[in-house]
């Protein structure tokens, strides 16, 4: 396939691929907030802070394809089409490094909070609930940035593509973004009662202090 219809086939399939860093770290942001800032997470608006999030990760996807689209020079070359081919060798770097940046800013955050439930767990018995899916969280994280430096390395030595190597890597750090939902609602009962009762109270606004009331009932009920 040419460049030309591969890179308008893969614009907006890439731009997620991209965003998903910044939609990680917002994930993140949100634990950390709840758990180390309490008191400002109550203050929250979670319809501003929702559109936030997507105004970063636009912005941030784009200005990536953008920046590709201006230093692709191949436009009537064959190439194997799949997400990475879009990528330029001018932004290469700063697009690994950027995105790398910001997945271990997030294990960073939902580290600190593991440590801090672990510290916690004798004086506030509550909070050893929440540390199994976050273990779980951090664990499938650096299980992902682990396969995809062995993939690179397998590929370094062998006739590996290092690009397919890198997609095929990089599946398990995207299954830690997208099972983050379900391993909070399958291993943590009160941030289940919390999901169940915004889903049946859709367009309501009281998300966040919700999650925060319901943490600190399960925290004090055991004291």
Same mark, same amino acid.
């Given at each position: ?5 591969? $890179? ?5 399939? $890439?731009?997620?691929?991209? *965003? ?8 993140g942001?949100?634990r950390? &907030?709840?758990?180390? &800032?309490?008191?400002?997470? +109550? +203050?929250l ?5 929702i ?9 941030? =996807?784009?200005?990536?394809?953008? &920046? ?11 190439v194997?089409?799949?997400? *990475?081919?879009?990528?330029t ?10 995105t ?17 439930? $672990?510290?916690? +767990? #004798?004086n &506030?018995? @509550?909070?050893?609930?929440?540390? #199994?899916p ?6 499938? /994280? ?8 062995? $993939? ?5 030595g062998?006739?590996?593509? /290092?690009t397919?190597?890198?997609?095929? @890597? ?6 830690a973004? =997208? ?13 289940? #009662?919390?999901?169940r009762?915004?889903?049946?109270k859709? @367009?309501t ?12 009932k ?6």
């Amino acid at each position: 396939m040419g460049q030309t219809p591969c $890179f308008i086939l893969e614009f907006l399939p $890439f731009c997620a691929v991209i *965003g998903t860093s910044i939609m990680t770290l917002a994930i993140g942001v949100d634990r950390f &907030l709840g758990f180390h &800032l309490p008191f400002i997470y +109550r +203050r929250l608006n979670i319809t501003v802070y929702i559109a936030t999030v997507y105004l970063l990760t636009a912005t941030y =996807a784009l200005t990536f394809m953008l &920046l590709f689209l201006s230093t692709t020079l191949n436009w009537y070359d064959q190439v194997f089409c799949m997400p *990475g081919s879009v990528i330029t060798m001018d932004y290469l770097f700063a697009y690994l490094y950027t995105t790398g940046g910001l997945y271990v800013v997030t294990i960073i955050q939902y580290l600190s909070i593991w440590i801090m439930t $672990f510290k916690q +767990r #004798k004086n &506030l018995p @509550g909070y050893m609930r929440i540390m #199994k899916p976050i273990t779980i969280i951090v664990g499938i /994280s650096l299980t992902g940035w682990l396969a995809n430096y062995i $993939f690179e390395i397998i590929a370094s030595g062998t006739t590996w593509d /290092s690009t397919l190597s890198t997609l095929w @890597g990089g599946i398990i750090i995207n299954l830690a973004v =997208a099972s983050d939902f379900w391993v909070y609602y399958v291993f943590n009962s009160e941030y289940r #009662k919390v999901f169940r009762r915004n889903f049946c109270k859709a @367009g309501t606004s009281g998300f966040s202090t919700t999650v925060v009331s319901v943490i600190e009932k399960g925290t004090t009920s055991h004291k």
